[in-house]
């Protein structure tokens, strides 16, 4: 199977005491150390040198004082010149003004994402369990608390939960997903339906979802399509035209596949895959969008069929092949792999927006891939254009009606967004890189080496949220809030991506706070180094 390779993929996330870490099981081998104590060179920037001597920097409200610093350390493979614009477009690219938000919206992939009752709610796959996020901004899906609503004893459909979509019949939310007993062959599609109206459930199970004819088939990726006041069920499943590959089927009811399914062919860059549906209607054309390539490699892309205003979607031949790609690889923005999409309205109505996983390297993995959105423009012929996908550090335009008061960005250079209330300190062992490219916000990062450096990061607020690169040659990072105990965070990845997230706090009384940053010296032994970096913080202020 090629979406999933492995449950592992999975970022771990260990919430204790204020600590998010998050941890992949896909690393690729480790890399032959760099020297001791010198500088070490990643994938992407370097490790550097560490300086000494030089006086600490001092970042506040989007201006930058303090003296000397020391030169920049090695280069990296992946550096190179950030991109001026992630590739949305001019208009929804906002490099200095609030209000706007940035990526990642959550670690994982696979994401579904809806607005309802004054809050988005966002799923992606976490392996053994369902949870959800919710948040009254985009940006505020960052730093949300996990909500678990779906556990199960049944150990023939507990392992390798995946995919959730979920909609809103009839006084419930159905939850849509696939779930196994440890062996992907035995995927199967499942439903859970709530006990009222919050999309955070209770939950209870209601049925295994089982095309008559097709009991004894892998299914995955199960979405609702609703044609002339019909439900009908899409999903990615395998029989005598494939593994991998797109069907259709009546339903009865939100529980109940009640026909026998159709196969939906359908072009791709890759012959190997077909998967993730998702469904966009649009002035009654229904536009089914579905991924291609395998989900670890940097072409995974979107392509997309067409279905007319009142077609029966059983009947094959109604849909209708749109020509290539329609959402892809961004190389100058840092974006490969964009896909497993799902859509969502603006919370007033009027806009389209597509939600995506990426991954920020060209390696081929199926670690890190994380959560982004975008919005889409509708072209005169009727037909969706979803633009680029943006770079994850890009400040871009909210969807219309999202209230967007938080969070508020703070970059570890000068090159800050102005608005809030927060500053970063940096001693004299950390200095200022610039070969990130297009992996760091504003193409810079902070690093340190050096045992005990320490950067101090003060900030009013509820949370604080900090992302940097992770990479072959980082080390262990010990964080401490307001005073508290140390909790650490490994930075080590390979291959190695930008924009991973260090450390959410817990939630905090609004008020001024200070989190610290210190360098432990410390590495796992894949590791060639012990460097550390601050890239940017993200500050919540609900």
Known sequence: MLKHQTSSFVSLILLSAGLMLFASCSSDPATPSAPSGGAGSGAIGGGGATASGGTATVIQGGSQSGGAGSSSGGSGALGGAPSADGGEGGSDVTPIARPGFRGPLNSGPDPFLTFYSGNYYLGTTQGGSLKLWRAPTLGGLLTADAVTVWTDTDTTRNQQIWAPSFYLFDGHWYLYYTADD??????????????????????????????????NYWAIDPVILIQTGKKYMVWSGAGSEGHNVLYVAPMSNAWTISGARVYLAAA??????????????????????????????????????????????????????????????????????????????????????????????????????????????????????????????????????????????????????????????????????????????????????????????????????????????????????????????????????????????????????????????????????????VDRVEVDTR
């Not at 062996?183 to 199967?188: M, N, V």
């Not at 002035?283 to 205003?309: E, I, N, V």
Request: charged share 20%; proline share 6%; net charge negative.
């Open 268 to 533: 791709g860059g890759c012959p190997e895959v077909r998967e993730a549906p998702a469904i966009l209607q649009h002035d009654g054309t229904t536009f089914l969008s579905y991924s291609t390539c395998d989900t670890g490699k940097p072409d995974y892309q979107l392509w997309m069929l067409r279905l007319a205003s009142g077609a029966d979607p059983l009947v094959a031949k109604n849909w209708q092949q749109v020509s290539g790609a329609v959402f892809a690889r961004n190389d100058a923005g840092g974006v490969f792999g964009p896909g497993s999409n799902g859509f969502f309205k603006s919370p007033d109505g009027s806009e389209d927006w597509l939600v995506y996983h990426g991954k920020n390297t060209a390696t081929v993995t199926y670690g890190r891939r994380t959560t982004r959105a975008g919005k889409i423009r509708w072209q005169a012929d009727g037909t969706p254009d979803f633009g680029m996908p943006a770079n994850v550090t890009d400040t871009l335009t909210l969807p219309a009606g999202d209230p967007g008061d938080s969070p508020f960005l703070l970059d570890d250079s000068a090159a800050v967004q102005p608005g809030g209330d927060a500053s970063i300190a940096f001693d004299s062992a950390w200095h200022s890189e610039n070969d990130c490219g297009n992996q760091c916000s504003a193409g810079n990062d902070h690093i340190a080496t050096q045992t005990d450096a320490t950067a101090t990061i003060a900030f009013t607020g509820t949370r604080v949220a900090l992302l940097s690169v992770h990479d072959v040659d980082r080390g262990i990072a010990a964080f401490s809030l307001d005073g508290g105990a140390e909790k650490t965070s490994d930075y080590y990845l390979s291959p190695g991506q930008g924009s991973q997230i260090d450390y959410i706090s817990p939630r905090l009384p609004s008020g001024a706070h200070q989190l610290k940053v210190r360098v432990t010296g410390k590495k796992n032994a894949a590791s060639s180094g012990t460097a550390i970096s």
């Open 182 to 215: 440890g062996i992907d062959d035995h995927h199967r599609l499942q439903v859970i339906e709530s006990d009222g109206t919050d999309p955070l459930g209770p939950y209870h199970y209601k049925a295994k979802l089982v095309p008559p004819g097709a009991e």
